[in-house]
């Protein structure tokens, strides 16, 4: 069973950057990696994915450009790099694996709350 775990989340204000990782347990060989958001009274909704080769990224409209996804499969970790935060970007952050970008979800984390505020 693989064991995903968040950290790096915080309180950040308006423009700001935040660092997410990931860190993964068990067997990660072979599986995309990626991060959803769940904010007060809404849908958990994709934010980015990476590909185990790290070579093909997605990443949903609202943060392209500002949000980058990396991944070190030697230390089993992948990394949310936000930048130019905003407001609307509170919520809590997921990390999570599954046999390609567009079909994450097998494997959750315990989530890490970000939040933008001044």
């Known amino acids: 069973q693989l064991q995903l775990v968040e950290s790096g989340g915080g309180l950040v204000q308006p423009g700001g950057s935040l660092r997410l990782s990931c860190a993964a347990s068990?067997?990660?060989?072979?599986?995309?990696m990626g991060w959803f958001r769940q904010a007060p009274g809404k849908e958990r909704e994709f934010v980015g994915g990476i590909t185990w080769s790290g070579t093909v990224t997605s990443y949903t409209d609202s943060v392209k450009g500002r949000f980058t996804i990396s991944r070190d499969n030697a230390r089993n970790t992948v990394s949310l790099q936000m930048n130019s935060l905003k407001p609307e970007d509170t919520a809590v952050y997921y990390c999570a694996a599954g046999p390609t970008i567009y079909s994450l979800g097998g494997s959750w984390g315990q989530g890490t709350q970000v939040t933008v505020s001044s």
């Open positions: 068990g067997r990660t060989f072979g599986k995309a």
